[in-house]
């Protein structure tokens, strides 16, 4: 292996990859809804986080909308 490598001449391009990348945010969540995806986190195997994110995914796939009446 070499003991230095000349990249000034090297062409950057674009990770093509970027738009499946996740976008960290912060959320507040009420602690039984937590609890709840936690629950069935230990069931499935699979990270809370990661079902709360397919949760969502799947309610933006089928433009699922509130209903709510005050």
Known sequence: ?????DFSRMKGRKNPFVKHLKQPITMRLDRDI?????????ETGI????????????????????????
């Open 34 to 42: 937590v609890t709840y995806f936690k629950g069935m986190a230990e």
């Open 47 to 70: 990270p809370y986080q990661t079902l709360i994110n397919l949760y969502l995914r799947d309610c933006a796939t089928h433009q699922r909308k509130l209903k709510m009446k005050w």
């Open 1 to 5: 292996m070499r003991e230095h490598y």
